[in-house]
Nanobody, 114 residues
Framework: QVQLVESGGGLVQPGESLTLSCTPS????????MNWFRQAPGKEREFVAR????????LYADSLRDRFTVSRDIAKSTGYLRIDNLKPEDTAVYYC???????WGKGTLVTVSS
């Protein structure tokens, strides 16, 4: 299995923006789609967004589409999740995920606090 590696998390203030990245630990990303999920403290993991790798079309959770933008750079084999106007309730570990030979990354923590 090829590991997915997320990066870009950190401590940010409410209202700021952040872009997370996801890239395979080895090789070129070859899956059909890349998904983003998040898991807030004490809550279930929830779907955030998806990008279809070849065409670039996207899908979002209904409640998150206004502030989240998912994209990918095929040449870099990297997917991105941009979050605008961050809110404390966005505090979570953000994961990327794709079908085999990939799986789940270890996540990157985003903490939104003043």
């Amino acid at each position: 299995q090829v590991q997915l590696v997320e990066s870009g998390g950190g401590l940010v203030q409410p209202g700021e923006s952040l872009t997370l990245s996801c890239t395979p630990s080895a090789g070129t990303f070859t899956a059909y789609q890349m998904n983003w999920f998040r898991q807030a403290p004490g809550k279930e993991r929830e779907f955030v967004a998806r990008v279809y790798w070849s065409g670039g079309s996207t899908l979002y959770a209904d409640s998150l589409r206004d502030r989240f933008t998912v994209s990918r750079d095929i040449a870099k084999s990297t997917g991105y999740l941009r979050i605008d106007n961050l809110k404390p309730e966005d505090t979570a570990v953000y994961y990327c995920n794709a079908a085999a030979p990939y799986g789940w990354g270890k996540g990157t923590l985003v903490t939104v606090s003043s």
